[in-house]
């Protein structure tokens, strides 16, 4: 499904349909005018401590290239996360790093499902894959579609049927020579739909599903000037299409977010911000940390990471109150009030 500016009756109809505010949000096909104050006003006055506890170093990464990605916990106590420049993945188990997988083909986003297994994007060689935790076998889920390999696949989770969504960048812009930055759905029965693309959306990062299962966030997060930094919610139907896109929060001019996780109340716990310049259009008014966020794309609590590059997070632990989360070369964790959301927690 698409979503086009000449799908509405004016401009004043999409920006009211796409959330977006007087300060210009805009969020259809074409150039996009993202060009309001982000969230800079929003941290003065945040009792962040209903939602976040103080931050825990548990373990850092000493390869030559660092940039850690993708935690997912499983049910046995081990986080699993990504280095991706260096071609890592390694297991956490609650005291000790372990190296997991070395050539993980620039493995990205991993997600843990039901029944235990261990989905992992893997950026450089284009493709979802499956490794059976039991026996360590590894499958490939999807690798191409229309009859192009995928953009390097970035982040991934699943819904309540077990279709898998990801999102996929940097992509070509024309369709014809390649697939461009989009988000896919791999249903039950291994077919690939894209169900988000290039213009509709810009550069599609950190993906997850409601509690409720009935919307879909995915995080916009283009390093250009004139490109969305935000997030977007989509209303999911119970067969996996989209619609009614919206965007639930701003991040422009600052970094966006980049992974999320989301807990049983519905909050989003963003990935945002940065600590120094990195040569982009991107200013520090995104503070680096994690951001929490309301379903109605309320500021809530800010907890500061202490490196860059803050990337991603995750829930786990017994009671699925500690949030865990990569930034730099390290792995740190908090404690939260209330827990993720039940799917976080494996069946096996």
Not at 154 to 175: A, E, K, L, W
Not at 245 to 259: A, E
Request: with cysteine; charged share 20%.
């Amino acid at each position: 499904m698409s979503f086009r500016q000449s799908d509405f009756t004016s401009r004043r109809e999409a920006l009211r349909v796409f959330g977006a505010t007087a300060a210009g949000i805009g969020m259809f096909s074409g150039a996009c005018t993202s060009r309001a104050a982000g969230i800079a006003d929003q941290y003065e006055g945040l009792n962040s401590a209903d939602y976040i506890g103080g931050m825990k170093v548990l373990a850092t990464v000493t390869d030559k290239k660092v940039f850690t990605e993708g935690p997912a916990a499983d049910l046995h106590g081990n986080l699993f996360f990504t280095n991706n420049q260096g071609d890592r993945i390694y297991r956490w188990d609650g005291t000790r790093l372990h190296l997991f997988r070395d050539h993980s083909n620039a493995a990205n986003g991993l997600y843990i499902e039901p029944d235990g297994s261990l989905l992992a994007c893997e950026g450089s060689a284009g493709r979802v894959t499956r490794t059976n935790m039991k026996i360590g076998a590894i499958t490939v889920v999807a690798d191409k579609y229309n009859g192009f390999p995928f953009a390097a696949p970035n982040d991934v989770c699943v819904d309540v049927q077990g279709r898998i969504y990801f999102t996929s960048r940097p992509g070509t812009n024309d369709p014809a020579k390649g697939n461009p930055n989009a988000v896919y759905r791999i249903g039950t029965d291994g077919g690939v739909t894209q169900i988000l693309a290039w213009p509709d959306v810009h550069m599609p990062n950190g993906i997850v599903i409601s509690p409720d299962h009935k919307t879909l966030y995915v995080i916009e997060a283009h390093p250009d000037a004139e490109h969305n930094r935000s997030i977007l919610a989509c209303e999911l139907s119970d067969d996996g299409n989209v619609s009614n896109p919206r965007v639930l929060i701003n991040f422009y001019p600052g970094r966006s977010g980049d992974g999320m996780c989301i807990d049983a109340a519905g909050n989003l716990y963003v990935a945002a911000g940065l600590h120094a310049l990195r040569n982009t259009s991107e200013t520090l008014d995104t503070r680096p940390g994690i951001h929490v966020i309301s379903p109605e794309g309320r500021l809530l609590a800010f907890a500061q990471t202490p490196k860059d590059t803050v990337t991603n997070c995750t829930f786990g632990g017994a009671d699925l109150k500690t949030l865990y989360v990569t930034c730099g070369d390290q792995l740190v964790s908090y404690r939260t009030t209330i827990a993720g959301k039940d799917s976080y927690r494996p069946n096996r």
